[in-house]
């Protein structure tokens, strides 16, 4: 009997991933998609159009986390054998906008889906993953961080995904339901949502390049994160739920780079010289003819900053066997490929 799989948040970055990698290893994915306004299947339009999927094995569903009967009666359907909570308002910038609704997706979300997995008796059945963050760690800088570093959030978001770690480790405890935890440290790749900020500087400086846009402005220059790339990371989600118990795992590459840097990579790769000048919110990337390439806006800047991400996953590469395959310099050239067939396309 194949294995059936129900991914809420399928139209994402992660989501689309994490269905191929699932269909690969012949799994039945049932996916969960919002209704909007506009198209938002693109990052998973490929897998439907693929002759080599069967139809059968890949169905979407209309749902939204927020709404506790559309998940609860999606379960109780297809009563899966895993569960991957991707579904989540995802940017820490606009928590601080939105703070309420991303309360109500991230952190509630993920109690709608547990006790949805309780209310259908599926305990012993359904396995569940929760997508946690290096966010979680927020404003304890003690680097590199690890399954047992602190947490501290700074952001509604942070928060919110705080309450969603805790609530898996609750329904774990007591209704001893294979409920885990990835605390995944920032992931990127070419379908990464356009305005992270990896995504903003591969397409600005692109556009640059091909003397299309003129600047890239841009935020704090000097965050530290530990940039990965998401094909690497869906196959920990996986990993995760294959493990013979329910535990929860830091995923990272264990490498740092400031913001300020990988615009300098990205721009190497491209062949645009640049040299910074100024401080604060006048520091300036400048090129070869003068022009200004890169320049700080305040808007850009966020309430409250988490300025040094650096994750240890010794746990997950000696119990999961998991590991990186992707460098940096290899992430950047697969998202500037991308983008420049896009845009030529
Ligand atoms: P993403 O590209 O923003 O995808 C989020 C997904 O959640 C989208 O499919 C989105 O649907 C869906 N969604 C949002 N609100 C929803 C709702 N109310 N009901 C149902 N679905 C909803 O994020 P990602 O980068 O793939 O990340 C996946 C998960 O991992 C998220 O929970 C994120 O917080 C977490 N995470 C990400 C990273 C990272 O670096 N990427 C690191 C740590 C943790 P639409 O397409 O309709 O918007
Ligand atoms: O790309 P970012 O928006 O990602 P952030 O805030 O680290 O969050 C991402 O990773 C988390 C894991 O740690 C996930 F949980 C979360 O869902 C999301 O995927 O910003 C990265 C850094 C920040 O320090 C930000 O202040 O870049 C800085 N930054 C500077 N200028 C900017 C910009 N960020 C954005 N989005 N846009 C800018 O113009």
Redesign the pocket.
């Known amino acids: 009997m194949k294995k059936k799989a129900l991914i809420?948040?399928?139209?994402?970055?992660?989501?689309?991933?994490l269905a191929e990698l699932l269909l690969k290893k012949k799994y039945i994915v049932h996916g969960?998609?919002?209704r909007?306004s506009s198209i938002?299947?693109g990052?998973i339009d490929h897998i439907y159009q693929d002759p080599h999927i069967k139809k059968r094995t890949f169905l979407l569903h209309y749902?939204?986390?927020?709404?506790s009967l559309s998940v609860t009666r999606l379960i109780k359907q297809i009563k899966p054998n895993e569960i991957y909570?991707?579904?989540?308002?995802?940017?820490v910038q606009v928590s601080f906008e939105s703070p309420e609704?991303t309360a109500?997706?991230?952190a509630i979300?993920a109690l709608r889906i547990l006790e949805a997995i309780r209310f259908n008796n599926l305990e012993k059945k359904t396995k569940f993953y929760q997508?946690?963050?290096?966010?979680l760690y927020g404003l304890n800088e003690k680097i590199p961080q690890r399954e047992s570093t602190n947490f501290h959030p700074a952001s509604p978001?942070g928060v919110a995904?705080l309450y969603a770690h805790w609530i898996t480790i609750n329904y774990r405890e007591a209704y001893k339901i294979f409920a885990s935890n990835?605390?995944?440290?920032?992931?990127?790749s070419p379908?990464?949502?356009e305005t992270?900020v990896t995504q903003k500087i591969v397409q600005a400086l692109c556009r640059i390049k091909l003397r299309k846009q003129k600047t890239l402005y841009i935020g704090n220059l000097y965050a530290k994160r530990d940039?990965?790339h998401?094909k690497d990371?869906v196959k920990a989600m996986w990993l995760i739920l294959q493990h013979k118990k329910p535990d929860d795992f830091v995923i990272s590459t264990g490498r740092q780079t400031t913001v300020k840097n990988f615009i300098n990579l990205v721009s190497k790769e491209l062949k645009i010289t640049i040299k910074w000048k100024g401080k604060g919110l006048k520091e300036k990337a400048i090129d070869e003819n003068g022009n200004i390439i890169v320049s700080c806006d305040k808007s850009y800047y966020r309430p409250l900053e988490v300025n040094n991400l650096l994750g240890d996953s010794k746990k997950a590469r000696k119990i999961l066997g998991w590991k990186p395959e992707f460098g940096l310099k290899k992430l950047i050239s697969d998202m500037i490929k991308s983008e420049m067939q896009r845009i030529s396309s």
């Not at 809420?8 to 991933?17: N, W």
């Open positions: 809420f948040g399928i139209t994402g970055q992660d989501g689309s991933y969960v998609k919002r909007s938002n299947t990052r749902g939204d986390i927020t709404d909570n991707l579904a989540a308002q995802s940017h609704y109500n997706a991230d979300g997508a946690g963050t290096s966010e978001y995904k990835g605390i995944l440290f920032n992931h990127e379908r990464r949502g992270f940039w990965g998401a990371f």
